[in-house]
């Protein structure tokens, strides 16, 4: 198929991965960068964050005109909170309008500037993806019945074992964004306890919520991306993972790259990942600040068990299909799907 991706996040992990895949999967793909054919002036960032301005307008008509002219079989909106839905319904006459979105739109933070538009427009698209189920149902209740659930997934050319392990040493590491909830209290605990704990994310965010003997070990606190993250978690003995609340989420990416990278994973229990991973074999699991330390204390103590649940989860995600992929794969046959039925 001819498909037209089109940007609306930011990151390798997003619109240039599904390209990459999609190439791979022998597909033509056509990429159209909406943060970069907006612009980067002052006034363009000032119009990005309300999402309303002449140069989103813009921007949306040379969308229009790519499509136009290139006629893909497919246009995919990444996202989609600069498209209203009457730019859905023009490109809707040359295309088949499908969308993806990797973060919550109708949850707690359904009212932001971004989310807004978007969600006006959702019931227009002629199907839309979600990594997460919940939201699969909520898009139901708007009238679009063409939504379905896509996982999230690791990369192979990015997401495996580094071979020198040596480079963040560390007992137990973070990386992710703060939140409210209880990663800070869990993480005060270890370090507390005596391990050697590492987070990496953005400082003004972190610091507030972390011990000052803590803080002053990680300062200066930054996040990691691309072969640095990957680094890290190849360099730890248990690498955390906290499930945001503001996304709702059940799982998330990192619960892929984790295993990918040959970590050990500690993960927040929930039923999605119960159904994704066996408490004990591929991972394990906690549910409160307690069980976090005991469970910490356990691994940290007991190599071999904890090499060998690692190395389980390694293989899971190897021989499950959770590359990307694989995933798009599955994206494709059900666009091919809603296609035919839609015809």
Known sequence: MKILV????????YEPAWCRALTENGHSV???????????SLICRIQKRINFGVDINRMRVRLLDLIKSRRPNVTLFYQGHYFDAETIDAAKEYTFVVGYHNDDPFGPRKNLLRYRVLNRAISHYDGY???RIQNVLEAKALGLSNSELLLPYYIPSIDFQRGDRSVFSCDICYVGHFEGDIRSRCLNAVHAAGYDVVIRGEHKYWAKHLSQSLLRK?????????????????????AASFFSKWNRDGYTRRSFEIPACGAFMLSERTPEMSDLFKEGVHCDYFSNVDEFLDKCRFYI????????????????VISNGHDIN??????????EVWMESSS
């Open 6 to 13: 089109v940007r609306g996040a930011f990151g390798d992990s």
């Open 30 to 40: 056509i990429f159209f960068d909406s943060h970069e054919v907006i612009g980067i």
């Open 129 to 131: 993806h979600f990594y």
């Open 218 to 238: 990680l300062t200066p606190l930054a996040p990691v991306y691309g072969g640095e993250y990957r680094e890290v978690l190849s360099s730890t003995k248990i």
């Open 301 to 316: 103590a007991n190599e071999r068990i904890r090499e060998k649940i690692a190395a389980q989860g390694h293989s899971h």
């Open 326 to 335: 694989s995933r798009l794969r599955q994206w494709v046959s059900q666009v």
